[in-house]
């Protein structure tokens, strides 16, 4: 069971990015998704999840109405949209696994199967 979170990089305040969370081993779709953050310094956020359809999607405040997940059960695949970006969403970012295909919400210690992360950059 491998997860592996991509698409992170170097991004203006104002840019765009997606990150990709792809599965390689088993089917995503047996899952709900999260993505959480860690800043230098800081504790593991949690930014969205998305649940087994794609139906329901939870998004903490710090992000709400600039980041959005989706995803393609088909192709295995969960996004993070991420727009209007800024300084302060500059971290390594995760996907990650919950066995609970109808949860939504924040909490890591839920999450069983974690990616290896990817770096966002937020600077000028």
């Known amino acids: 069971v491998q997860l592996q979170a991509s698409g992170g990089g170097l991004v203006q305040p104002g840019g765009s990015l997606r990150l990709s969370c792809a599965a390689s081993?088993?089917?995503?779709?047996?899952?709900?998704i999260g993505w959480f953050r860690q800043a230098p310094g800081k504790e593991l956020e949690g930014l969205a999840c998305i649940n087994r359809s794609g139906s329901v999607t939870y998004y903490a405040d710090s992000v709400k109405g600039r980041f959005t997940s989706s995803r393609d059960n088909a192709k295995n695949m969960v996004y993070l949209q991420m727009n209007s970006l800024i300084f302060e969403d500059t971290a390594v970012y995760y996907c990650?696994?919950?066995?609970?295909?109808?949860?939504?919400?924040?909490?890591?210690?839920?999450?069983?199967?974690w990616g290896k992360g990817t770096q966002v950059t937020v600077s000028s």
């Open positions: 990650a696994t919950e066995r609970n295909p109808s949860y939504v919400g924040e909490d890591h210690e839920r999450m069983d199967d």
């Open positions: 081993g088993f089917p995503l779709d047996d899952y709900a």
